[in-house]
């Protein structure tokens, strides 16, 4: 089992950022790859970005590429997003989530722990 915990989201007025964190534990996190998702009222799970074991390879949604920039830190066992130019669709729960699939996974199926998730509100 993998545990995690999501922290960092909040209200936040369009152009600004936020950073959030996922601390992880349990089985050994760099054995992972990780990614975030996001939930609006109404919508469906979508993929946001993920990062492989090694942190070597990312891979982002066209919607925040540009402007969101994942990040891991093994040692600390910890998984972050930086959130650049956050816009009124960037509104939703943000989750983390695990996976110990191999490739380039992005669908909810890929992943195998979530969080509970952190809420992220872009005012205008």
């Known amino acids: 089992q993998v545990q995690l915990v999501e922290s960092g989201g909040g209200l936040v007025q369009v152009g600004g950022s936020l950073r959030l964190s996922c601390a992880a534990s349990g089985r050994t996190f760099k054995n992972y790859s990780m990614g975030w998702f996001r939930q609006a009222p109404g919508k469906e799970r979508e993929f946001v970005t993920a990062?492989?074991?090694?942190?070597?390879?990312?891979y982002y949604a066209d919607s925040v590429k540009g402007r969101f920039t994942i990040s891991r830190d093994n040692a600390k066992n910890t998984m972050y997003l930086q959130m650049n130019s956050l816009e009124s669709g960037d509104t939703a729960v943000y989750y983390c989530a695990a996976s110990n699939s191999f490739g380039w996974p992005r669908e909810p199926t890929d992943f195998n722990y979530w969080g509970q998730g952190t809420q992220v509100t872009v005012s205008s």
């Open positions: 990062i492989s074991r090694s942190d070597i390879n990312t």
